[in-house]
Every structure is written in structure tokens, then in C-alpha cells.
């Protein structure tokens, strides 16, 4: 169906008098667009599954505020709650309950929390975990993965060493070689470099964290055998293992990924849909490494609106609706169409694709090569993938901007959405062979 790219001024207006006054017109990189070219989209409001942008185009919402919003926005239970709780306050800076019971909920989905503490974004729960498991086993150093993105840590925005066993390099300005030299970096899946950074380095290693299922290079599973080394290596060794559920928690599941998985870490980071759409982050596992932050034990962490009420009442609202109505199954079987409809319109324009997908989450890599870590992922031409963005965008599909980020599948999505995404993608791919 030929199609013209519909009219976007006032965005595009909204995107220039941000700049003026935002670095980059954006409160967060990712949103700018510049993996994929052109100005960004500015939203008027959301609905369900639908995204609006200030000239009144409708779009199917992939993207979901990049995870939080597996319910589809304005979810009648979520605003409920929220609004009731607003009217009780926003903010107190003393403890109230429903801290408590979105701890409760969180503890009672995941085995291996026993306790948790909350916090206001992904990156805090991060940086938490990681001082955690510093201060509990007295080491320093921490092992990551090229391609996962656990928030902007400085310790963790590093790029491999000239080897595995060298010093991580800082990989922004304005972090301090001192802030990474304490942090390893290893290819995702690569079981052997993992043994030998252990073999060499064990009796120093903290902690190892990781996406149990990566988002963030782009859906990328991890195989069994190198999962199954990430747990024994630290139990031997006296390391803790941290699952960065950020994105996978309550999504590929109501346990996360670790539950789908079977898997059993130390220290779990939760963020997104915890919060359904509002500030929250939470660090958490064994109750006796988490006894040892403050004011139970040493390790310092404070948050002034760390467990806000308003959003601690949608994060309960979410996780409610999530356990009293899992959308799991259907999630799965609509993305499952999803992945077998582009896949199929991919092999019919002769455009290479790979597409990954566990549960909800799914990325079409633009690329004839299996993609198991950032090396192959590179692979990708992000060019075309930029072209098929708009492609879909031009028909109503937002789909995440960038090559290296998951696509969001949401509960408020019906079939006939599904169909229409699967042919906006055959168009999209036919568009795409043709230049
Ligand atoms: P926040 O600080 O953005 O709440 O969370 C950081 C974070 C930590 N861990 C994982 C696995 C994450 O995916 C994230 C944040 N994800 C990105 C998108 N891939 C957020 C989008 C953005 O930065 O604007």
C-alpha cells in the first residue's frame, strides 16, 4: 500500500524549542532519534496500546516507555489507584505501607528476594547492588558484559580492557579511569573467558552482573552452558551473582527471567514495570547480604523519594493486575505471530533478518548472521534498519529507534493490532528492497 509520511510539524516545532532549553531537545539520549535519523516524535498522550504524538498520529506503541508499560498506558486499575493515592499526598519523607506491600509483592514473585529495598530509577538499583556486593564481600572488583546496559553507573560505563584481564576503560567523558579500573568487561555468552577471568582473578571478584535475558544489545539469549558457569564460578569463588532484571522483571514472566530460567542469583535490580509508569527502582535478594545496607547494616544508600507513595500505589496497582490477570500466554502468542509474520515477509523481499525473541521482548536484527553477543549483533546494517523504523512509523508502528534495543509487546494489544503490524512490516520490507 503506498503510503506518504503524514504531518509532523508540531513535533518537529516542539523538537526545535526543546533544544533551546534541553541538551539534545531530550531528557534521556535514547529518545533523540539519532540512531535512525530524523526528529523525534512528541507525545500529546497515550492510550492502551496507542501512543499520540502534538499532531493528533496514532501508533501502535512498541517502544512502551522502553519496558514499564506491559498493561498498555491509562490502565483503569493503575490510574485508580494512583489518583487515589495522590489525593493522600505525594510525598512524605517518613516510611508508610505501601512501601511495605510492593516489597511483600516483589518478594512473594521471585524466590530468590527476601528482602528489597526501593529506590527511584534502574540505575540506582544498579549502582546500589554493585556498592552491595562490594561492601559485603570486601572486594572490588565487578565483571560486566559488552552489549548489556545496567543504567549510567560510572563504574559500569566501561568498554573492555586491551584484554579481558585488563582494567575496564572508561567509555564517557566525565568518568575517572579510577571509577573503572575495578571493572572487568567480557563478551556476553563467552563461557571460557569467564573461567579464565575467575581462574585468574577470582579471590577478587565482587560480583558479576548481568541482563539474564539482554535488551539492551538488542534481544540476545544467554546459552544454557555459560548461565549454568556464571552460578557455579561465583559460588565458587565466594562472588556474587546479580541479575539485572530491570527490563526482564515482571516482564518475561511474573518471576522475571530468573523464574522463567530456573535460575537462582544472589542480588536481583528491578525497575520499569515495578513502577507501571512511575519512578521506581529496587535492588534485592539474600536477606543476609541485604542486611547489610544501611540502616541495618554498613553500606550506605538513601533516596529522598526512594518508595514515594504515589508511585509505589501504581507499582502495586501493576504487579496486582499482573498476578490476578497474567497476560503472559497471550503476550507470547502474539509476539510469537509477530516474529513469524516479519520473519516470513523478510524471506519474501530478500531483506536478511534475524529476528530473537523471549516472550514480549523482540528485536528484527537487520542481518543474515546469528546474533548471540555485541560482536555479532554489530553485524546488523543499522542503516536499514533506520529506513524500515520510519517505514513502520509511516504506518502507525512505533517501533524502539535504535537496532540495539528490544520492542515491547503490550496486554492492551488485541489480534487484529498484531495482524496489522505483521502487514505494516511486509509493506515496510517490501518498501525496503526496493532502494
Ligand atoms: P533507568 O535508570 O533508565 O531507570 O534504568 C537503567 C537500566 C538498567 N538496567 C537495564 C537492563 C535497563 O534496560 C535500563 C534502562 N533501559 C534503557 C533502554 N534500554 C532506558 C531508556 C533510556 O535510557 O532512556
Not at 521471585?110 to 540506582?124: I, N, Q, W
Not at 542480588?267 to 529496587?282: D, E, R, T
Not at 501504581?314 to 507470547?332: D, H
Request: hydrophobic share 40%.
Amino acid at each position: 500500500m503506498p503510503h506518504t509520511s503524514p504531518n509532523r510539524a508540531k513535533s518537529a516545532a516542539a523538537f526545535e524549542r526543546a533544544k533551546k532549553v534541553i541538551p539534545g531537545g531530550v531528557n534521556s539520549p535514547a529518545r533523540a532519534f539519532g540512531a535512525v535519523g530524523g526528529s523525534p516524535l512528541f507525545i500529546a498522550r497515550a492510550d492502551g496500546p496507542f501512543l499520540y504524538d502534538l499532531d493528533g498520529n496514532e501508533y501502535l506503541d512498541f517502544i512502551g516507555s522502553w519496558g514499564p508499560m506491559i498493561l498498555g498506558h491509562c490502565h483503569p486499575k493503575v490510574v485508580e489507584a494512583t489518583v487515589a493515592a495522590l489525593k493522600n499526598g505525594s510525598s512524605y519523607g517518613a516510611p508508610c505501607e505501601l512501601e511495605t506491600q510492593l516489597a511483600e509483592l516483589v518478594i512473594d514473585a521471585v524466590p530468590s528476594v527476601e528482602m528489597v529495598r526501593f529506590v527511584s530509577s534502574g540505575t540506582e538499583a544498579t549502582m546500589s547492588a554493585i556498592r552491595l556486593a562490594r561492601g559485603f564481600t570486601g572486594r572490588d572488583l565487578v565483571v560486566k558484559f559488552a552489549g548489556c546496559y545496567h543504567g549510567h553507573v560510572d563504574s559500569l560505563l566501561v568498554s573492555a580492557g586491551s584484554s579481558a584481564l585488563t582494567h575496564g576503560v572508561p567509555n564517557s567523558p566525565g568518568v575517572p579511569a579510577g571509577c573503572t579500573q575495578d571493572t572487568s568487561v567480557l563478551r556476553f555468552n563467552d563461557t571460557a573467558a569467564l573461567a579464565e577471568l575467575f581462574a585468574a582473578k577470582g579471590d577478587k571478584i565482587a560480583g558479576v552482573i548481568l541482563e539474564p535475558i539482554v535488551g539492551n544489545m538488542g534481544l540476545v539469549p544467554p546459552a544454557d552452558e555459560f548461565r549454568r558457569a556464571l552460578r557455579d564460578l561465583t559460588h565458587k569463588h565466594g562472588a556474587l551473582l546479580i541479575y539485572d532484571e530491570v527490563m526482564t522483571g515482571f516482564r518475561l514472566g511474573y518471576g522475571g527471567a530468573q523464574v522463567m530460567l530456573g535460575d537462582t542469583p544472589d542480588l536481583s535490580c528491578y525497575g520499569k514495570i515495578i513502577g507501571g509508569g512511575y519512578p521506581v527502582g529496587a535492588y534485592g535478594g539474600r536477606a543476609d547480604v541485604m542486611r547489610k545496607v544501611m540502616p541495618a547494616g554498613p553500606v550506605f544508600q538513601a533516596g529522598t523519594l526512594s518508595g514515594n507513595p504515589v508511585a509505589m500505589a501504581a507499582g502495586i496497582a501493576t504487579l496486582s493486575e499482573l498476578k490476578s490477570n497474567p497476560p503472559y500466554e497471550r503476550l507470547e502468542q502474539q509476539s510469537e505471530r509477530i516474529g513469524e509474520g516479519l520473519t516470513r515477509a523478510a524471506a519474501a523481499a530478500g531483506v536478511p533478518v534475524r529476528f530473537n525473541r523471549v516472550g514480549s521482548m523482540w528485536t528484527p536484527f537487520f542481518t543474515g548472521t546469528p546474533v548471540t553477543d555485541l560482536d555479532t549483533a554489530k553485524t546488523s546494517d543499522t542503516a536499514r534498519f533506520g529506513r524500515f523504523f520510519w517505514e513502520m512509523m509511516d504506518r502507525g508502528v512505533y517501533l524502539p529507534c535504535s537496532q540495539f534495543e528490544a520492542a515491547f509487546t503490550c496486554a492492551a494489544m488485541t489480534d487484529d493490532h498484531v495482524t496489522r503490524t505483521i502487514r505494516a512490516g511486509a509493506e515496510s520490507l517490501q518498501a525496503l528492497a526496493k532502494v
